[in-house]
């Protein structure tokens, strides 16, 4: 919703020496250096929360209980024994992550392929085919983005445990209630964009007999790839991330539980075993960063165009 | 629990892993290739309809099969947890009891309480730490590294946060020696070590803490943008007309960057509101720590109150639409005139 307002971010800011002589005043003013200073203790402050629990998963068990992270200064040792105890699928400190770690891959991709499809195709509906209560519907659509997806869960349940469809606790479950939670917002962002098309290009389209679906297939969709790839990062995150739309929608058990419940259970019945936790919580937490740190540029965009998700 | 009969229940040999993991990646890849499939169809069916009515055949399958999915998916289910909410569990009309309820009993206040403290708390913590940051790195050599730091926990699942929290907040009777970092200070500092998470009513500061933490790289990012959007020409006019550093903050950037500041405290406020899986993961909502959200999973999923749990749905329903329907006039005003 941020997107009316906020310019694109500028990740690679111009140097002072870059933008003239204006530039470089500016530059001067504002980094003096009581600013540095506390803008170095922030970035401390928080990177080191992270960092400490990084640093423990790689230190051996004893290590962990007897003495602090910081330690390691004096003190470096370091093994690999978490991540092969909460990878393994016996013995007392197995946590079987490997299997959720398929599972949240499992739930994830049709999780993000379904509802931006979808989301597609009624944004360009609401943007490109004239009907009669386009705007009041599509507004009805964005004003969804109110409804907190608590409202929605125990009918949804209900409906899924109905006898003819008998979907609770399973993938499809999951699918299509991230599905569904998906589509306000997804729609919203995806028209702000493919509304924004020239029409001079739909109109050239029509003019050589193109009808919407192949308008759709051969002129929107190669124009929105950026738009896409954005919203699908966000989502792929949010999903990943996700732990109430899991607990209530996939049963809980290791044949569909993701990764989420799975540490999110161990922190109830292993809180103690920081060993383990640590592993496991950045076992949980790599696939987003690498996402992160790869594609940091869509995120943020992804970010700047849409935040009131849930 | 479930999980520990499934854990009995799978395979010890690794052949066995792959073969049922395979077995469920392959079911994902079916039901990704089987929905593009059908939306392939819909694709063929608008293109080859018939020219009489074609364009009413292709508006319906473009724009019903979401249509459908959040009529069935949210609107219905919306208005069902409404009524549910005003109604007992055997499905009588009860008025306003279960809003009494929740309003009246110790734990319910508790809950009010706590949600009202995250709410003030966790957006003028994330907003004016992410605004200070924003400035103070703006231009800064390195200023993109400065930023992935602060804005990395953005992407950490707030299950991962809460346990990375968990650990800086552990605590080792005193005398023996301490694991997490905040006690180790205090010990440093000369004082004993201190149970942050389960100590009411400060524990509800720590956990929030964890919100504020994650939420502050938003308020940089999109606080930052718009800095960079303050002309650098009226900056100069008030540096010439002798403003200090502050002054100019307050007269010219802040009022530049209203309409940011109120999307990012207000889109702060909502995802505040209806955050669950910190409190869940850190305490459940034990030592007096629960909040809305966590609460209406807890009675609705955990007690068998579907009824308490449909309320508390409805709570929170009425504590975000303010503030939504306020970001959206502002934005509106905004877009008017600029």
């Known amino acids: 919703m941020s997107a009316a307002i906020a310019p694109e971010p500028v990740v690679d800011a111009p140097d002072g020496a870059s933008s003239g002589g204006k530039a470089k005043r500016v530059k001067k003013r504002l980094t003096s250096r009581t600013a540095t200073f506390f803008a170095i203790v922030i970035a401390t402050l928080w990177t080191i929360p992270t960092f400490g629990l990084f640093v423990s998963s790689f230190r051996p068990d004893t290590d962990i209980a007897n003495s602090g992270w910081w330690t390691i200064i004096t003190n470096p040792s370091f093994t690999l024994d978490n991540y092969t105890a909460v990878f393994s699928e016996s013995g007392a400190s197995s946590a079987s992550l490997g299997v959720y770690f398929i599972n949240s891959i499992v739930i994830t991709l049709p999780a993000t392929v379904f509802p931006i499809t979808l989301a597609l195709m009624a944004a360009y509906a609401f943007a490109w085919i004239p009907f009669k209560g386009s705007s009041w519907i599509f507004v009805l659509v964005f004003a969804l983005q109110i409804v907190p997806l608590q409202m929605a869960l125990i009918p949804l349940l209900k409906i899924f445990n109905y006898p003819w469809l008998d979907i609770g606790g399973t993938f499809p479950a999951v699918w299509i209630a991230h599905t569904i939670f998906a589509l306000p917002l997804e729609i919203f962002l995806l028209h702000n964009f493919i509304s924004e098309i020239p029409r001079d290009v739909m109109e050239a389209a029509k003019v050589d007999g193109a009808n919407h679906a192949q308008i759709f297939r051969r002129v929107v969709i190669p124009l929105s790839v950026p738009a896409i790839a954005s919203v699908a990062i966000f989502q792929f995150l949010w999903v990943w991330n996700d732990l109430l739309v899991a607990l209530v929608f996939s049963g809980g058990t290791i044949k569909t539980a993701p990764l989420t419940q799975r540490i999110a259970e161990f922190a109830g019945t292993r809180g103690n075993d920081w060993e383990l936790l640590t592993a496991a919580a950045f076992v949980g937490t790599i696939v987003p960063l690498i996402v992160f740190f790869s594609l940091q540029r869509y995120f943020v965009r992804g970010l700047l165009a849409g935040s009131t998700k849930g | ?338």
């Open chain 2, 1 to 338: 629990m479930t999980s520990l009969a499934g854990l009995a229940a799978i395979p010890l040999r690794t052949e066995g892993f792959w073969t049922d993991q395979g077995g469920k990646l392959g079911f994902a890849a079916v039901a990704i290739v089987a929905f593009l499939a059908v939306m392939g169809l819909v694709m063929f069916l608008a293109d080859n309809a018939p020219k009489k009515g074609r364009d009413v055949i292709q508006l319906l399958l473009f724009i019903l099969p979401a249509m459908l999915l959040l009529t069935a998916g949210m609107i219905w289910p919306a208005l069902s947890t409404m009524w549910q909410s005003v109604t007992s569990k055997a499905g009588e009309f009860v008025g306003l009891d279960n809003f009494v309820t929740i309003f009246t009993d110790p734990t319910g206040q508790v809950v009010l309480r706590n949600t009202l403290l995250w709410v003030v708390f966790v957006p003028t913590i994330s907003t004016v730490v992410g605004l200070a940051y924003a400035l103070f790195i703006d231009r800064a050599r390195g200023e993109r590294v400065l930023k992935s730091l602060v804005f990395m926990p953005m992407a950490i699942s707030f299950v991962g946060a809460s346990i990375i929290w968990g650990f800086m907040y552990t605590y080792r009777s005193e005398g023996f020696p301490q694991i997490g970092l905040l006690n180790q200070i205090l010990v440093w500092l000369g004082g004993s070590p201190y149970q942050f998470v389960e100590t009411p009513p400060w524990n509800t500061f720590f956990l929030l803490v964890v919100m504020a933490w994650i939420q502050t790289g938003f308020a940089m990012v999109v606080l930052s943008a718009a800095i960079k959007g303050v002309p650098a020409e009226i900056v100069e006019a008030a540096e010439l007309d002798g403003a200090s550093a502050w002054e100019r903050f307050l007269h010219v950037t802040l009022p530049w960057i209203r309409g940011s500041l109120v999307v990012v405290v207000t889109t702060i406020t909502i995802s505040t509101l209806k955050v669950f899986d910190i409190v869940r993961t850190m305490t459940g909502g034990q030592y007096n720590t629960s909040v809305v959200a966590n609460e209406m999973y807890t009675r609705a999923f955990r007690l068998g109150q579907p009824e308490i749990g449909a309320a508390l749905a409805v709570v929170l329903f009425i504590l975000v639409l303010p503030i939504v329907v306020y970001n959206i006039r502002v934005l509106r005003q905004h877009k008017e005139t600029h």
